[in-house]
């Protein structure tokens, strides 16, 4: 540990019963009992035990001081898979759902999706900022200090911008870190041709998108009745032309060669995969692309979950996202936490590394975000929990107490 210096921006969080670091060689974490972190100007400069790290960071010299007796402290969740900009009301669908209409049929025929494109499209900009703000707020309240936020609900150049100008509103003005995908190919708008709209989308919506400058992926539903993986790979790889870094929606419903098109185009992600067979899985193995599971859409959904064992088995990381949307209405992630433990057979610690940092590794951060190690941002979530493990047991009540973001208490 470094001498603190300075007290100035010095905060200290202090005997917490158990204390999560950050990934193990293994695939789970390394917890510490007894533990501390101090940060300094927003950045962990020590983690250990609480009598060493307070050793050189006293309490009476934190400008933030946290006694975390008896609690749990994680990283900050990281959420790299979400819908929460949006417009409207889907509960009807959820109830035709509940009498046997599939996603798929209601798509088809016009609506889900398409329904919430009505809506955001008569919202006014300040309407979209603020529906994003409430569900940041209550991301925040749950413990998640990054979040993914895609548009999609536009499908014209037009609104398309209009998501992303709302996205960097809302994102701007709130604690949480907001990191905006663009997705013009979320479905195919009423009316019109898959092909002529994946032209469109690379020609007119994509040199719009990169100008305006904020989106820093793009993203494609690869799915049987939406894109083809021919005109996903199209859209990625325009993509990647102006800029923006490659994710996919793949094998939700059908394997129609997504996870082959995440590899050919070096996608950072690919999500969903509730149908991806072992070459599927190979193929994202080998490309080193993140497998993002979102156990909330197959728990709304009634479906099968992915298979986060067979990632696991082969040693490779398995992040974790809500996939927040209106068919999905799910913004916690500790909620998604218990869902990877219970639908997909993931340790505790297994999902506490999928919400930190191998979503963290989804969204290509690479500056230790989604681990409490020195030199990391000093994001982190006091949870009143005895261990880690009781973020997946338990599903009952918001187990979290105070959230960090860089250094600073955003949420109490
Ligand atoms: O990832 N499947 C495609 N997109 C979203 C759902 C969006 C919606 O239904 O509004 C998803 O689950
Ligand atoms: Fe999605």
Known sequence: ??????????????????LVVGPDEGTGVVVLEDAAFAALDGEVVAVGPTDEVLADYPV?????????????????FVDPHTHALFAGDRSDEFVAKLQGATYEEILADGGGILHTVDAVREASDD???????????????????????????????????????????????????????????????????????????VSDQLPAVAAQGTAEFCDVFCERGVFTAEQSRRILEAGRDHGLTPKIHADEFAAIGGTDVAAAVGAASADHLLHTDDEGRDALVDAGVTPVLLPGTAFG????????????????????????NPNCFARSMSFVATLASVGMRMTPHEAIRG????????????????TLRAGAPADAVVLDIPTASHLSYRFDTNPVSTVLKSGVVARE
């Open 355 to 370: 919400i930190t940092s191998a979503a963290a590794g989804a969204l290509d951060r690479d500056d230790g975000t989604g």
């Open 60 to 76: 009476e010299d934190a400008e933030t001081a946290i006694d975390a007796t008896g609690k749990t402290v994680l990283p900050g």
């Open 127 to 201: 309407e979209l900022a603020a529906n994003l703000t409430d569900h940041l707020d209550a991301m925040l309240a749950h413990g998640t200090t990054t979040v993914e936020v895609k548009t999609g609900y536009g499908l014209d150049t037009e609104t398309e911008l209009r998501m992303l100008s709302a996205i960097d509103a809302a994102g701007s003005d709130h604690p949480v870190d907001v990191i905006p995908t663009f997705m013009g190919a979320h479905a195919v708008p009423r009316g019109a041709d898959a092909e002529e709209y994946t032209e469109s989308v």
């Open 301 to 324: 959904l009634g479906a099968d979950y992915a298979d986060a064992g067979a990632f696991l088995d082969a040693g490779h990381e398995v992040a974790l996202a809500t996939d927040f």
């Open 1 to 18: 540990m470094t001498d603190a210096g300075s007290a100035a921006g010095l905060t200290v969080v202090h005997d917490a019963a158990e």
